[in-house]
């Protein structure tokens, strides 16, 4: 249900926009996460959003990272902007139903969004 296209290889410095595609409008009120999982660590948060407005990001990535909706495209990207090697990995972004307050950051935080996406790959040297 969920498609991430986007990844690519670039040299630092570099940007990429990521794209989520859901299949049609999932929910009604959504919490939209990415994440990304570099070889030999453990998956990491990147960014969050969420329907009611409030974004979330990692603090490796404020500043150079936006995580926004494209509604004329249903889809929920991540613009990677100034990248560096650290930022190589498979970027996956995931969904849930938003509940309001700090739902959607709570299962952000804890990585335990319901659906995910197979991941895409960025590289950067």
């Known amino acids: 249900q969920l498609v991430e296209s986007g990844g690519g290889s670039v040299q630092a410095g570099g940007s990429l926009t990521l794209a989520c595609k859901t299949s049609?409008?999932?929910?009604?009120?959504?919490?939209m996460g990415w994440f990304r999982q570099a070889p030999g660590k453990e998956r990491e948060q990147v960014a969050s959003?969420?329907?009611?407005?409030?974004?979330f990001y990692e603090d490796s990535v404020k500043g150079r990272f936006t995580v926004y909706v494209d509604n004329a495209k249903d889809t929920f990207n991540l613009r990677l902007n100034d990248l560096t090697p650290e930022d190589t990995g498979t970027h996956y972004c995931?969904?849930?139903?938003?509940?309001?307050?700090?739902?959607?950051?709570?299962?952000?935080?804890?990585?335990?969004?319901?659906?995910w996406g197979q991941g895409t790959q960025v590289t950067v040297s």
């Open positions: 995931a969904a849930d139903q938003s509940q309001g307050g700090k739902y959607c950051y709570n299962l952000w935080r804890a990585q335990i969004l319901d659906y």
């Open positions: 049609a409008r999932m929910f009604t009120s959504y919490c």
């Open positions: 959003i969420d329907s009611d407005g409030p974004t």
